[in-house]
């Protein structure tokens, strides 16, 4: 019988320590943390993200501030916004959702972000810190992977993990994250040959290409980790429904791992929940106080 990793239900248990961890320190520092959100363009998945983000942030006690820009906006308004909130006393956390339009460059933007700030671990400050193994804010989905893989003790040293995807947002941090916790590492993307072959060694496998079903039995070893990062919205034959669905077949997987996430369920809510973390142990640091929220960051 495979396991469920459940990223929902893990992502409310941390929602409760990090409620109580705003209730209790609230008296010390007379202001809710704060986050901003940077929206450029109606994306409409963007669009349900935020919503989830701003929702999540409501339950634990943070403030979001949503800041919808044109799709027409250029690259002077975005990053003189980006410079106001760096140093808006009550903003503890700046995110620039992504996609953003074609026309600007994201880690151009990014690296105007302050990385005190930068609660997606995007920043080229953070990203280095992450390649030399040092403590900074590390980016939410690798982080929220290695977290659901710890919370059923999950080992992660001295497996043979793939990863599917070489992006800045999922597959290059989450590799490197997954390095330095002494696992073997195999990087692919899409001009790996014999991809299927090599999944097959995973002792944990996963995949963040973005491609619906791309992952099938013939991918996976017997009693693998399956982890699925990918999120799809297919229409039903008759388009009268969407559903969503992952990179993976689940139930063509499901017999032959020990461990999957669902999707929905799996990876994404543990996104969300690590952007709370984030944010609120930038809250902590800015006022100087020592945090147990590290812990969470892998
Ligand atoms: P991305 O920037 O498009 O990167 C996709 C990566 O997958 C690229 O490195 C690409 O290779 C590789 N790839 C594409 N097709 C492949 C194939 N057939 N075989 C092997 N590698 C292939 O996407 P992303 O931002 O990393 O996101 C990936 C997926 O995760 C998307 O579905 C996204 O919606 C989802 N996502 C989910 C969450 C969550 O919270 N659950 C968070 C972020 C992203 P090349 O580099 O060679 O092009």
Redesign the pocket.
Known sequence: MSLKLDGKNLSLKIEEILKNDIICRQNTIKRPPGLAVIRIGDDPASGVYIKNKEKACERVGIKSHIFHLNETSNYSEVRDLIIKLNTDKNIDGILLQ?PIPNQFDAQKLISNINPDKDVDGLNEKNIGKLVKNEDAMRSC?PA?IINLLKSEDIEIEGKNIVV????L???KPLSLMLLNLNGTVTM?????KN?DKICKKADILIS????PH?IDSSFVKDGAVIID????RLKSSNNSKTRLCG?VLLDDVIPKVSAYTPVPGG??PM?VTMLLVNTIFSWQKQFGLSSTLKDLLP
């Open positions: 992504l989905t929220g599917i995807g070489r992006s947002l999922v597959g692919t993307h899409s001009k790996t991809l963040a290409a973005g491609k791309l990062v990918g999120i799809h990179d990876v994404g996104t």
